[in-house]
């Protein structure tokens, strides 16, 4: 499995991003896709996690309101809608693929290389 995440960049506060999750090497029927994100010298947590059917999607209490997961199964993307961004939403963004819909770090098996998403205020 391979996954390439795009579309991170330097932002106002109060503005928008995608960011684009591109996922190959198989089929992707089941299981779920997540986004994470790492600032400098924290851990990486949860932002944002949905099944490859769509049916359920998880979102940090942090970024509920704001962003939004969606996926296109026919490409094989999914995508983070990034909304009303703040400074303290700047971190390296990371989608990651797991057997199951789930918020933990340590159940995702296959990474992308990340995005710098970087938000001034």
């Known amino acids: 499995v391979q996954l390439q995440a795009s579309g991170g960049g330097l932002v106002q506060a109060g503005g928008s991003l995608r960011l684009s999750c591109a996922a190959s090497?198989?089929?992707?029927?089941?299981?779920?896709v997540g986004w994470f994100r790492q600032a400098a010298g924290k851990e990486r947590e949860f932002v944002a996690a949905?099944?490859?059917?769509?049916?359920?999607?998880y979102l940090a209490g942090s970024v509920k309101g704001r962003f939004t997961i969606s996926r296109d199964n026919a490409k094989n993307m999914v995508y983070l809608q990034m909304n009303s961004l703040k400074p303290e939403d700047t971190a390296v963004y990371y989608c990651?693929?797991?057997?199951?819909?789930?918020?933990?770090?340590?159940?995702?098996?296959?990474w992308g290389q990340g995005t710098q998403v970087t938000v001034s205020s």
């Open positions: 090497g198989r089929t992707f029927s089941s299981g779920a």
């Open positions: 990651a693929v797991a057997g199951r819909l789930t918020t933990a770090v340590n159940e995702y098996d296959y």
């Open positions: 949905i099944t490859w059917s769509g049916i359920t999607q």
